[in-house]
């Protein structure tokens, strides 16, 4: 396979740092916390969270049909004046609310002992696991390649020899 640099191992780095950020929801920054902040709402910066949010059915899908129905109850939730619109300060109080969740988790996450306070250790700790992976790729790419040590895809048979061998 090859991605993000090259063929063998250190090719299939950057695939397996992509699919490490989907199964732990970018906690440094994706979603409508990071990429999203210029791209408005509703725009490609929109995280998984804000999709599931609108899965009414709980199928791990989001429709447009279900989308446009969680958001037009809340346009009707949030429309304070009952005018049919939303003021920038009736937008603010739902955008507030959308994206609470979304903290709460972050803020959890981060509290690895649950006491309710981020500390100086919680809070670096994204960055310290940053660190040790970016310095297993370091020693992974510095260590001399060993060929049938296991990690090959020949078609060995156990001690060492091929088939062609036999």
């Known amino acids: 396979m090859m ?30 916390m990071g990429a999203g902040m210029g791209s408005g709402m509703m725009g490609p910066g ?7 949010m ?10 447009p049909e279900e989308m446009r129905t969680q958001l037009q109850a809340k346009l009707s939730e949030f429309d304070s004046d009952g005018d049919g619109n939303l003021s920038i300060t009736e ?3 739902l955008h507030s609310a959308m994206i609470r969740e979304m903290m709460v988790d972050r803020f959890q ?20 696991r940053m660190e040790r992976m970016q310095m297993m790729r370091s020693n992974m790419a510095d260590a001399p390649a060993r060929p049938g040590n296991g990690q090959g895809m020949g078609m060995g048979m156990g001690n060492g020899s091929t088939m062609q061998d036999n």
Not at 46 to 52: H, P
Not at 109 to 128: N, R
């Open 109 to 128: 996450h981060l509290d690895a002992d649950g006491d309710g306070a981020v500390t100086p250790e919680e809070m670096a700790a994204p960055a310290d």
């Open 3 to 32: 991605q993000n640099g090259g063929p063998g191992m250190m090719g299939n780095m950057g695939g397996m740092m992509d699919m490490m950020k989907r199964m732990h929801g970018n906690m440094m920054g994706g979603g409508m």
């Open 46 to 52: 929109m995280g998984a969270g804000m999709m599931q």
């Open 54 to 63: 609108f899965d009414t059915d709980g199928d791990g899908t989001t429709t």
């Open 91 to 93: 937008f603010e109080a």
